[in-house]
């Protein structure tokens, strides 16, 4: 069965940085598409970024376009999203997820999830 394990949230200061990572295993991803979403308390979950596991393709939201970078490492399986220039805004607990086939913004349509790792951003 799919696993993803996230790693590398923390508490950083407004303009800093951190590295996420989410290590993926229990099968083949060439054909997937692994995203990050957040949620900040009291708030629905959103669309951060995604990453075509084969072609390497992004997609990123407005909101956070410029600031952050979703890569991936096939060989180790592992999506990681830098994260530079950060907001208080950007304070959430991240997800990554993955699905097969489409991309999409919609967390409902992924049916894979991590369990989450927590960022704070302090101004």
């Known amino acids: 069965q799919v696993q993803l394990v996230e790693s590398g949230g923390g508490l950083v200061q407004a303009g800093g940085s951190l590295r996420l990572s989410c290590a993926a295993s229990?099968?083949?991803?060439?054909?997937?598409?692994m995203a990050w979403f957040r949620q900040a308390p009291g708030k629905e979950r959103e669309f951060v970024a995604a990453?075509?596991?084969?072609?390497?393709?992004?997609y990123y939201a407005d909101s956070v376009k410029g600031r952050f970078t979703i890569s991936r490492d096939n060989a180790k399986n592992t999506v990681y999203l830098q994260m530079n220039s950060l907001k208080p805004e950007d304070t959430a607990v991240y997800y990554c997820?993955?699905?097969?086939?489409?991309?999409?913004?919609?967390?409902?349509?992924?049916?894979?999830w991590g369990q989450g790792t927590q960022v704070t951003v302090s101004s």
């Open positions: 990453i075509s596991w084969s072609a390497g393709t992004t």
């Open positions: 229990g099968r083949t991803f060439s054909n997937y598409y």
């Open positions: 997820a993955v699905r097969p086939l489409i991309p999409t913004t919609n967390p409902t349509q992924y049916p894979y």
